[in-house]
């Protein structure tokens, strides 16, 4: 918490390992800080304890990769602690690879019946060039109508259970501190940010944001480029 009380939360799609050291170089620590991670499937302190998770069990990762190797989509899911798992394609696609690196943790070839019978998953990717997922999006939102489905940045496709989004996590966090939530600033950038921007007091577009989020938000702020951040947190919080 800063000296004027402002807590700072930082909510990604990335899992733990991939936000935890942003977070301390912000000064986030300790287990009355918090990261909302996965998408919001995740709320954790940040001594690693977890006390929010939504996942996807094994029967849904069955039936996701049947689906998958039907359609041939390349795809990759993250289980609780951040591991990537695929299964025996021919080859594994780039942005599978990524987001393995990217997450810091393994990258697993398994098939569903390799894996316990309460395997979780905290989100399914389908993976793919942006006019590629621009092909299918509607697609598979057809198919997987009964879940979250949201493009979550360059190549990602994501599928999460219905009521996980950074938004439903965002207000769980709030409640539990018993945050008003019209005392929220959130700022983003994509469409899995919309949720996030609707639910709080204050929901802040960058300046390089989708249009969808520019048109949910209160305030456009600069861009990544031109501290963007900064320049909202100045304006709305330190003012």
Known sequence: MSANGTKVVLCSGRPHKAMYDYARS????????????NGGAIIENMNGEIFYQKTLGNDFYREFVSFVKEHVFP??????????YTSGFEFIDNYTIAMAYENGR???????????????????????????????????????SNYFVVR????????????????????????????????VLAIGDRDNDIS??????????????????????????????HDGVGNAIEKFVIE
């Open 26 to 37: 912000l000064g986030i620590k300790g287990n009355d800080n918090y990261m909302i991670t």
């Open 106 to 144: 393994g990258l697993y070839i398994k098939e569903p019946e390799d894996l316990a019978a309460d395997f979780k998953i905290t989100k399914a990717v389908i993976n793919g060039n942006e006019q590629r997922l621009d092909e299918i999006t509607d697609f598979i939102s057809r198919q997987f």
């Open 75 to 84: 795809y990759c899911v993250l289980d609780i602690q951040g591991n990537t």
């Open 196 to 225: 996030m921007l609707e639910t709080a007091g204050t929901g802040i577009a960058m300046g390089n944001a989708q249009a969808g989020v520019k048109a949910v938000s209160d305030y456009i702020t600069t861009d990544n480029n």
């Open 152 to 183: 979550t940045g360059v190549g990602y496709l994501e599928i999460f259970p219905k009521n996980v989004n950074k938004g439903e996590a965002v207000k769980y966090l709030a409640q539990q501190l018993e945050i008003r939530l019209e005392d």
